[in-house]
């Protein structure tokens, strides 16, 4: 059984995540030293689009998440993999992008690789979901659905989660829900130890038809402000649970781009550093924190999240 540990602080990190050229100078020599993360029974990662830490950071726009961020720590130094969106998403779920530089569905860009984080949690009979906002939840969602796209959801990339782009996969109709659903879970603390956010294109600070005028970071911080408590005030979060929040790439450039970790398990009271983060090091840390291996990728290469957790004997 996990071990519960008990909590002494609530720590909101901002960090970035980084790019290509940025992850192969990104090592360093406590990069392949033994894993420095906390063990979590959940993790909940929730994924925004397309600004910067700049375009965040004193905003007037992101009441929430500056509120957030002056709880705990801010991270300076990480940044996106590359442009568009969709190889930011392979990186987080794979430590690679398989040579993928564009946002076309998986009817092009699917993959016969294994090696991939939720393969290696079923493997290890380890729950995951992935919760997306706009998805019906009868079919796995393979095409766009109204606000919903799929290069923002990695997992269905992958032939061994879709059955090699089933749109009546049972694996990825039970692993892939409608993110209507996580307030239910939440609620009878029936999480997976692994949930993956995505909100739709109106909620993510990307931007569609509907709202593509509007003001993206504030219609993302008022999803934030409305959704955020509900996972904080869950068993799951306050019972040996985290919440990383992120942003795939900046605009116009790699980074940096913002990243929030709030965790009972954590570092607060403003805490900060410089070190260099990325992609890779989000994927390392979850791989650390659920102890799958091989390590991914790039992953096997980065340096963890540890810096952010308190330590326990």
Not at 165 to 189: F, G, K, M, W
């Amino acid at each position: 059984m996990i071990r519960k540990r008990i909590a002494a602080a609530v720590v909101v990190a901002a960090a970035l995540i980084g790019s290509a050229m940025a992850i192969t100078t990104a090592t360093s020599p406590t990069a392949q030293a033994a894993a420095s993360v906390p063990v979590f029974d959940h993790i909940v990662l929730v994924m925004f689009e397309n600004h910067a830490y700049s375009q965040l950071n004193g905003s007037s726009s992101a009441p929430y998440f500056n509120s957030l961020a002056g709880q705990g720590a801010k991270f300076t130094q990480s940044y996106g993999v590359t442009h568009p969106s969709e190889p930011n998403y392979l990186w987080l779920e794979a430590g690679d992008n398989f040579g993928i530089a564009n946002d076309a569905g998986p009817s092009q860009n699917h993959q016969s690789s294994q090696a991939h984080l939720v393969t290696l949690l079923s493997q290890a009979s380890i729950s995951w979901k992935s919760y997306q906002e706009d998805i019906i939840g009868d079919v796995c969602p393979l095409t766009d659905i109204g606000l919903y796209a799929p290069k923002h959801n990695p997992m269905v990339f992958f032939d061994d989660v879709t059955d090699t782009n089933d749109p009546l996969s049972a694996p990825c109709i039970a692993h892939v829900r409608p993110y209507t659903e996580l307030a239910t879970d939440l609620q009878q603390d029936t999480m997976p130890r692994y949930a993956f956010i995505t909100p739709n294109l109106c909620h993510d600070m990307h931007g569609a038809g509907p709202c593509i005028l509007e003001d993206q970071v504030a219609l993302g911080d008022t999803w934030l402000a409305t959704e955020v408590p509900k996972i904080l005030a869950a068993p799951a979060y306050r019972n040996n649970g985290a919440l990383l929040i992120t942003w795939d790439e900046g605009t116009g450039g790699d980074g940096p781009i913002g990243m929030i970790v709030l965790s009972p398990l954590a570092k607060g009271g403003g805490y900060a550093n410089t070190v260099r983060y990325t992609h890779s090091s989000t994927l390392r840390t979850l791989q650390e924190i659920f102890g799958v291996t091989p390590l991914l990728g790039d992953a096997a290469q980065a340096t963890d999240l540890g810096d952010l957790f308190t330590h326990f004997p």
